[in-house]
């Protein structure tokens, strides 16, 4: 836990948007700002993203029609853009993570393979 | 990734939208940053403190922004964008060279545009008819190559022994007054056999003619004249008007039965009818039809109608012509007297357009020419100026810009200048071709369709696209090798002269200097053409003259009333201050209207047909050589007693030079006589030479005439001519006032 501090793990474009997609599905309608602090609660400080590329990833799901945008009322009565997943989102995330466990069962797999060799 | 059609439409739309969500990530990105700076003032630290803590974890707010707005883009465009802009900035910054180079290219499209509506308007147009490309007419010609027109038996055996032609129709000119209204009115016509509807493709609400109208009085309207006149009333069809009309039994108004209406405006063929007051042609509308119905027993001695006649679908013209050959030739066995007379099968659109074809030709390639030199000198400036910005191309190639887009950027620059070049060269074709309007030759009525229509511009556009690339290929091309020359110094590197670049300016410089001598030679020529023409003298004065058509309703009056008022309206201009003579003639010199008539001559025997005696006849009023300036070689011209034509006094005529010359050779032709007719019944005689006069034109030779006093020839409806020495005063005015009561 100290040393994550520190830790900037380099996050892949396509796993920050599956990140998004989750935190919207989970949390409902979220502002960027909301996305940005919920990411960082649930990764208990390990991972340190650059904020601003949760835009991108943003800009990127609006394009394939996974979230969509509208404007609302945030917390301090501000007005301020929301994010929400769509139906399609919703596939597209259960795909994801579906592909995602299995890769990571196979890494598992495999590690744990190459730690007991001697 | 995204390829499908949904992720295509959103991200079309998003760039749509761009500077829209452009101007929100920038609120959002703001609010994110505050809120970030916000909790670390909450977390202890001070104002600057917490905002340079925000920007560190939120990372490059502007970077961010930029991705998402190059997101939002499609790349290409955006770079295609770029360099349109910055090129026209550049031009902006020259606008000496831009100036230069848009005006150049502005005159050589300008001039290629104002040919091609004119190819346009004549050659390429499809002529206003359903079916146009089958449409042919069928010239006949005599053996000196005359245009003659033809009989209505001879049209009945065409009809019924050729098989090439779906229809076969003869149409002449008509006109008829219809009465009634606020005001009667002359309408332009076309007496035509019933196949005119057919050959023409004219749909008709109502129905033609068939053969059960032999004989009756009926008529088919045109569109324009149902609807301005009769104000589309839709039950019309089956009424009966009052027209006059030429009627040999009654003086008065005759009723017509409405047959029915043309559901379109249908335009004039070409027509070659003989009396007529306003020419109609191809681009007028035909007001309506009167019936003219053959068979092989009409009258065969009277050739009066033009012919049109559709091809049937797959028959080519050659086929068509050898079939008429071969009528022609069996009509010639059968009727001697029509042997040396031969048929012409020509598309319709070769007998209205003419021979412009070749002078069309030359114009476009000498307009082309222009255009060339034009492009060869810009190309040149391009290419100077592409030198000079040697250092920038060298600092864009060391940025890391690649070669093609630089080129590329060159390209542009010159094509823009030669899109402007070509919106100022239509705007200035525009206005030439409405200068050249009045000066149009009237032989080429299409010509007045001449107008900047979608074609045309459509041209402009591709000339000025091809014009750009021409110039700006060459230039470009050499720019874009620039960089690996020398070094980027302070003053730029010293400009030796390579190889390359002094071949391709020599090529330019040859090839210009090529074009314009040919150029000037052609025009050198063709102002001595226009010289030579100027020269030749009709043979009248027509200067300080003017003209008046004037015309009595058909039928209203007996034809002696004519000759009456012609000596009326004679007086009367005569008596108006500005003018120093006045005389009439039936159909004005250098137009066609007059009549020809054929018969027998005193003291000349003719060795076969086609000696046989023809004239064109001049019906005149007595002051005519006079105040026409022609001179008198003989005898004398015709005065006031030869005009008031008592009875028992002999008809004196007057014939022109090349009459006498012709049928009277190295004789005295004073006091012979001249009978018309075959045999002739009617005798004239001859009591005075004239000068010859051009009356078919500067570049005709000058017609065989026979002078007429009008009493001889009263049928003749009359145009009047008037000279006047004095510039002042609008005298077509006056002259209606004065002859207006009637």
């Given at each position: 836990?100290?040393?994550?501090?520190?830790?900037?793990?380099?996050?892949?474009?396509?796993?920050?948007?599956?990140?998004?997609?989750?935190?919207?599905?989970?949390?409902?309608?979220?502002?960027?700002?909301?996305?940005?602090?919920?990411?960082?609660?649930?990764?208990?400080?390990?991972?340190?993203?650059?904020?601003?590329?949760?835009?991108?990833?943003?800009?990127?799901?609006?394009?394939?029609?996974?979230?969509?945008?509208?404007?609302?009322?945030?917390?301090?009565?501000?007005?301020?853009?929301?994010?929400?997943?769509?139906?399609?989102?919703?596939?597209?995330?259960?795909?994801?993570?579906?592909?995602?466990?299995?890769?990571?069962?196979?890494?598992?797999?495999?590690?744990?393979?190459?730690?007991?060799?001697? | 990734?995204?390829?499908?059609?949904?992720?295509?439409?959103?991200?079309?739309?998003?760039?749509?939208?761009?500077?829209?969500?452009?101007?929100?990530?920038?609120?959002?990105?703001?609010?994110?940053?505050?809120?970030?700076?916000?909790?670390?003032?909450?977390?202890?630290?001070?104002?600057?403190?917490?905002?340079?803590?925000?920007?560190?974890?939120?990372?490059?707010?502007?970077?961010?922004?930029?991705?998402?707005?190059?997101?939002?883009?499609?790349?290409?465009?955006?770079?295609?964008?770029?360099?349109?802009?910055?090129a026209l900035r550049h031009l902006r910054r020259t606008p000496r060279f831009s100036g230069t180079a848009v005006l150049a290219l502005a005159l050589g499209i300008a001039a290629s545009t104002a040919i091609f509506s004119a190819s346009e308007a004549l050659l390429l147009r499809p002529l206003p008819y359903p079916d146009n490309e089958r449409l042919v007419a069928l010239r006949s010609l005599s053996p000196e190559h005359l245009y003659e027109r033809v009989s209505a038996a001879t049209l009945a055996d065409w009809q019924l022994q050729t098989s090439s032609f779906q229809a076969i129709a003869g149409y002449r000119w008509y006109s008829v007054d219809v009465l009634g209204g606020a005001e009667n009115e002359r309408l332009k016509g076309l007496v035509a056999t019933p196949e005119f509807f057919n050959v023409f493709g004219v749909t008709l609400v109502g129905r033609g003619f068939l053969e059960a109208d032999r004989g009756r009085r009926v008529i088919v309207l045109g569109h324009d004249v149902w609807r301005r006149r009769f104000d589309a009333d839709a039950t019309l069809v089956g009424k009966t008007l009052a027209l006059n009309a030429r009627n040999f039994r009654q003086v008065g108004p005759t009723p017509h039965v409405v047959l029915g209406?043309?559901?379109?405006?249908?335009?004039?063929?070409?027509?070659?009818?003989?009396?007529?007051?306003?020419?109609?042609?191809?681009?007028?509308?035909?007001?309506?039809?009167?019936?003219?119905?053959?068979?092989?027993?009409?009258?065969?001695?009277?050739?009066?109608?033009?012919?049109?006649?559709?091809?049937?679908?797959?028959?080519?013209?050659?086929?068509?012509?050898?079939?008429?050959?071969?009528?022609?030739?069996?009509?010639?066995?059968?009727?001697?007297?029509?042997?040396?007379?031969?048929?012409?099968?020509?598309?319709?659109?070769?007998?209205?357009?003419?021979?412009?074809?070749?002078?069309?030709?030359?114009?476009?390639?000498?307009?082309?020419?222009?255009?060339?030199?034009?492009?060869?000198?810009?190309?040149?400036?391009?290419?100077?100026?592409?030198?000079?910005?040697?250092?920038?191309?060298?600092?864009?190639?060391?940025?890391?810009?690649?070669?093609?887009?630089?080129?590329?950027?060159?390209?542009?620059?010159?094509?823009?200048?030669?899109?402007?070049?070509?919106?100022?060269?239509?705007?200035?074709?525009?206005?030439?071709?409405?200068?050249?309007?009045?000066?149009?030759?009237?032989?080429?009525?299409?010509?007045?369709?001449?107008?900047?229509?979608?074609?045309?511009?459509?041209?402009?556009?591709?000339?000025?696209?091809?014009?750009?690339?021409?110039?700006?290929?060459?230039?470009?091309?050499?720019?874009?090798?620039?960089?690996?020359?020398?070094?980027?110094?302070?003053?730029?590197?010293?400009?030796?002269?390579?190889?390359?670049?002094?071949?391709?300016?020599?090529?330019?410089?040859?090839?210009?200097?090529?074009?314009?001598?040919?150029?000037?030679?052609?025009?050198?020529?063709?102002?001595?053409?226009?010289?030579?023409?100027?020269?030749?003298?009709?043979?009248?004065?027509?200067?300080?003259?003017?003209?008046?058509?004037?015309?009595?309703?058909?039928?209203?009056?007996?034809?002696?009333?004519?000759?009456?008022?012609?000596?009326?309206?004679?007086?009367?201009?005569?008596?108006?201050?500005?003018?120093?003579?006045?005389?009439?003639?039936?159909?004005?010199?250098?137009?066609?209207?007059?009549?020809?008539?054929?018969?027998?001559?005193?003291?000349?025997?003719?060795?076969?047909?086609?000696?046989?005696?023809?004239?064109?006849?001049?019906?005149?009023?007595?002051?005519?050589?006079?105040?026409?300036?022609?001179?008198?070689?003989?005898?004398?011209?015709?005065?006031?007693?030869?005009?008031?034509?008592?009875?028992?006094?002999?008809?004196?005529?007057?014939?022109?030079?090349?009459?006498?010359?012709?049928?009277?050779?190295?004789?005295?032709?004073?006091?012979?006589?001249?009978?018309?007719?075959?045999?002739?019944?009617?005798?004239?005689?001859?009591?005075?030479?004239?000068?010859?006069?051009?009356?078919?034109?500067?570049?005709?030779?000058?017609?065989?005439?026979?002078?007429?006093?009008?009493?001889?020839?009263?049928?003749?409806?009359?145009?009047?001519?008037?000279?006047?020495?004095?510039?002042?005063?609008?005298?077509?005015?006056?002259?209606?006032?004065?002859?207006?009561?009637?």
């Amino acid at each position: 836990m100290e040393s994550s501090r520190s830790t900037r793990l380099e996050i892949l474009q396509g796993t920050l948007d599956l990140m998004v997609l989750q935190t919207l599905e989970s949390m409902g309608p979220l502002h960027g700002y909301g996305i940005a602090r919920r990411i960082e609660q649930v990764s208990q400080d390990v991972l340190k993203l650059n904020e601003g590329t949760v835009y991108t990833a943003l800009m990127r799901l609006q394009h394939r029609r996974w979230i969509s945008a509208s404007w609302g009322v945030s917390e301090n009565n501000r007005k301020a853009r929301f994010y929400a997943i769509t139906t399609a989102g919703r596939r597209q995330l259960a795909r994801e993570a579906d592909d995602w466990n299995r890769i990571a069962g196979i890494m598992a797999r495999l590690l744990g393979t190459a730690a007991r060799e001697p | 990734m995204g390829t499908n059609p949904i992720t295509l439409l959103t991200r079309l739309r998003f760039v749509w939208l761009r500077r829209r969500l452009d101007n929100e990530a920038r609120r959002e990105l703001s609010d994110h940053l505050d809120l970030l700076t916000a909790r670390y003032i909450q977390s202890g630290l001070t104002l600057a403190e917490a905002r340079a803590a925000a920007r560190r974890q939120f990372g490059n707010a502007t970077l961010t922004r930029e991705e998402v707005y190059r997101m939002n883009g499609i790349q290409w465009l955006d770079g295609l964008s770029h360099d349109v802009r910055y090129a026209l900035r550049h031009l902006r910054r020259t606008p000496r060279f831009s100036g230069t180079a848009v005006l150049a290219l502005a005159l050589g499209i300008a001039a290629s545009t104002a040919i091609f509506s004119a190819s346009e308007a004549l050659l390429l147009r499809p002529l206003p008819y359903p079916d146009n490309e089958r449409l042919v007419a069928l010239r006949s010609l005599s053996p000196e190559h005359l245009y003659e027109r033809v009989s209505a038996a001879t049209l009945a055996d065409w009809q019924l022994q050729t098989s090439s032609f779906q229809a076969i129709a003869g149409y002449r000119w008509y006109s008829v007054d219809v009465l009634g209204g606020a005001e009667n009115e002359r309408l332009k016509g076309l007496v035509a056999t019933p196949e005119f509807f057919n050959v023409f493709g004219v749909t008709l609400v109502g129905r033609g003619f068939l053969e059960a109208d032999r004989g009756r009085r009926v008529i088919v309207l045109g569109h324009d004249v149902w609807r301005r006149r009769f104000d589309a009333d839709a039950t019309l069809v089956g009424k009966t008007l009052a027209l006059n009309a030429r009627n040999f039994r009654q003086v008065g108004p005759t009723p017509h039965v409405v047959l029915g209406v043309a559901s379109a405006a249908v335009r004039f063929p070409p027509l070659t009818a003989d009396f007529q007051l306003d020419l109609a042609t191809v681009v007028d509308t035909i007001d309506f039809w009167v019936p003219a119905f053959v068979s092989p027993s009409s009258p065969r001695q009277n050739p009066e109608l033009d012919i049109v006649a559709k091809l049937r679908p797959g028959v080519t013209v050659a086929q068509a012509q050898a079939e008429m050959d071969a009528v022609v030739a069996q009509q010639a066995k059968q009727y001697p007297e029509s042997s040396g007379l031969r048929v012409r099968v020509m598309p319709l659109r070769e007998q209205i357009a003419g021979t412009s074809r070749t002078g069309l030709l030359l114009l476009s390639l000498g307009a082309w020419m222009l255009l060339f030199i034009a492009c060869a000198d810009v190309a040149m400036l391009a290419l100077a100026r592409a030198l000079a910005r040697h250092r920038e191309v060298t600092i864009r190639a060391a940025l890391g810009e690649p070669r093609w887009r630089i080129v590329r950027q060159f390209v542009f620059e010159v094509m823009i200048l030669g899109l402007f070049a070509g919106g100022v060269g239509v705007v200035m074709s525009f206005f030439a071709i409405e200068w050249a309007r009045p000066w149009l030759p009237a032989s080429l009525p299409l010509l007045r369709e001449m107008t900047i229509n979608t074609t045309v511009a459509g041209f402009a556009a591709i000339s000025a696209l091809l014009a750009g690339c021409l110039t700006g290929i060459a230039p470009a091309l050499r720019a874009g090798r620039t960089q690996s020359e020398g070094f980027v110094g302070r003053e730029g590197v010293g400009l030796t002269p390579s190889r390359r670049r002094t071949s391709l300016v020599r090529a330019c410089v040859a090839g210009e200097v090529a074009l314009v001598l040919i150029l000037l030679v052609g025009a050198g020529l063709l102002v001595r053409s226009a010289l030579h023409a100027w020269q030749i003298h009709p043979g009248l004065d027509a200067s300080n003259l003017l003209t008046m058509n004037v015309s009595l309703p058909e039928n209203k009056f007996t034809w002696n009333h004519n000759a009456v008022f012609a000596r009326r309206v004679v007086e009367a201009v005569r008596a108006l201050p500005s003018v120093s003579g006045a005389t009439v003639i039936q159909g004005l010199p250098m137009r066609s209207g007059s009549f020809y008539d054929s018969g027998e001559i005193e003291g000349f025997v003719p060795r076969s047909d086609t000696e046989r005696p023809a004239w064109r006849i001049r019906v005149i009023g007595s002051d005519y050589f006079n105040v026409m300036r022609i001179p008198i070689i003989r005898g004398r011209g015709l005065d006031a007693r030869d005009e008031e034509g008592e009875v028992g006094y002999t008809r004196h005529v007057v014939v022109s030079a090349s009459f006498a010359d012709r049928y009277w050779p190295g004789e005295n032709p004073l006091g012979k006589r001249i009978g018309v007719g075959h045999p002739s019944t009617w005798w004239m005689t001859v009591v005075g030479v004239a000068g010859n006069v051009r009356y078919g034109g500067l570049e005709a030779d000058p017609t065989v005439d026979l002078y007429y006093p009008q009493t001889l020839f009263p049928q003749a409806a009359m145009a009047a001519s008037q000279p006047l020495f004095s510039d002042t005063s609008p005298p077509a005015g006056c002259c209606v006032e004065t002859l207006g009561p009637h």
